[in-house]
């Protein structure tokens, strides 16, 4: 990775050893939040985004992982959504994340870099090969 590249990833792995530090409270909505401004703050200044595979797909990924008949809910809620048990054809309103229980967001944040490391190729599965 060169001067004026970023890889989402390196920043993912960086969050994962100390989330607290990044985000905050554990949660996929704070890890979302943090990579979408993230990524905001790299286009603003011009760096060329070298993340392969491309992060944009893994809202795909995890709406076919997770049995959801689309991806417009956002992976932070669909993973969230599944730590809670309910099921892919749920009816989505905001009211679901001020449910959870802290562990049951930081138990969806950890489930979030596992799939992460699935997604990535350390075991791109489910034949996703997107």
Known sequence: MGKGEY???KIIDLVRRRSGMFIGEPSTISMSIYLSGYQQAMRDIGA???TSPDFYEFHNWVQR???YPSSTAGWSNMILANILGLPPNHSWNISFKLD???EQHDQALKR???FIDEYRGKGKTNNEQT
């Open 48 to 50: 060329k985004d070298v």
């Open 7 to 9: 890889d989402l990833y």
């Open 100 to 102: 959870a229980s802290e």
């Open 112 to 114: 979030f870099f596992e």
């Open 65 to 67: 992982k997770l049995g």
